[in-house]
């Protein structure tokens, strides 16, 4: 994902944060290795300290709160469920909207600031293997 990301901004001189809690995966050579190449600048949150990745924690709560809790994963496949965390990153990104940023999506929030890559991630591009939707307080998008 990380290679997929740092695709989008490769014709950029904007440098983006790669916000990240304290897991090894994050301090691991490869990872850092391909961070420096980008030229990316790394925040990590400080030991115990969950405010300082906020916006990632709140994501990741969200994440669990919708789209993992409400259901049984235990008939899917590795891949399967893969699949279904791609479908619900793309619907978080593309579709759902936040009314801390103006009733938009993500994304839509994004554009309207200008900060949107001008060359889209076949990983953002690509068709989601399933469509993911979720109902919150009765409401379907």
Known sequence: MLDAAVETIADSETRPVVHSDRGGHYRW???????EAAKLIRSMSRKASSQDNAA???FFGRLKTEFFYPRDWRAFSAAQFIDEVDAYIRWYNETRI????????PIEYRRSL????????????????GQ??????NIKP
């Open 132 to 137: 993911f939707s979720v109902t919150i307080n």
């Open 29 to 35: 050579p490869g990872w850092l290795e391909r961070i």
């Open 56 to 58: 990632c924690e709140g």
């Open 98 to 105: 936040k009314m801390s940023l103006g009733g938009r999506s």
């Open 114 to 129: 200008g900060l949107m890559p001008r060359k889209q991630s076949k990983f953002l591009s690509a068709s989601p293997p």
